[in-house]
């Protein structure tokens, strides 16, 4: 009885070891996406900093808890249908699968595309809002924030990134889908 213990318990910490490497074993290039998503996600930080350091003292809150709106309302929408307007299969033009990312598992690579993007999403509205610091009504921000993380980043995503998209089959696409180069190719 002693030993069936003692092995019994040493082969369910080898599975439960096991099952731990496996939900945290990436390989390099699901690791290097993780980091990337994290230094950009950080850059919410930095804006924060940059859009209080540049309003007057009453609207420092407010600058604050918009780019908190822009990460919480980001979240939800890039979740909802900002990732299956940018990479879901569709046209030329938008995506039309993956809407609540139906179809991705939650050990699947697209998790760490969907966080990339979605960073990259919330960093975009961010970016405007030191433009339209003390300039917007607080709720006009949330619509722009909604409309720009929800539509016009997935939109325009689509067009370069997405293989179906009509900007991609006309230009270089970087590797790892960072950025699209304007350069015609040679058909």
């Given at each position: 009885l002693r030993h069936y213990l003692?092995?019994?318990?040493?082969?369910?910490?080898?599975?439960?070891?096991?099952?731990?490497?496996?939900?945290?074993?990436?390989?390099?290039?699901?690791?290097?996406?993780?980091?990337?998503?994290?230094?950009?996600?950080?850059?919410?930080?930095?804006?924060?900093?940059l859009e209080a350091g540049s309003v007057r003292f009453k609207n420092t809150t407010s600058i604050l808890f918009k780019n908190v709106a822009d990460a919480i309302i980001g979240c939800v929408v890039y979740w909802a249908f900002g990732y299956a307007f940018a990479f879901g299969n569709g046209n030329g033009f938008i995506g039309s699968h993956h809407f609540f990312l139906s179809g991705i598992g939650l050990h699947s690579r697209e998790i760490v595309r969907w966080m990339l993007q979605y960073v990259y999403a919330i960093t975009a509205a961010t970016i405007v809002s030191g433009a339209m610091a003390e300039r917007t009504d607080f709720r006009s921000y949330l619509v722009y924030s909604f409309l720009s993380t929800g539509w016009v980043q997935p939109v325009v995503a689509h067009w370069g990134w997405s293989d179906q998209g009509w900007l991609y089959s006309g230009v270089y696409v970087e590797s790892h889908n960072f950025t699209v180069r304007y350069e015609v190719r040679n058909r």
């Open positions: 003692h092995t019994s318990r040493c082969v369910c910490r080898v599975e439960v070891w096991n099952s731990i490497y496996a939900i945290m074993t990436f390989n390099e290039e699901d690791s290097f996406f993780t980091v990337a998503a994290a230094v950009v996600f950080f850059m919410q930080a930095g804006f924060a900093f």
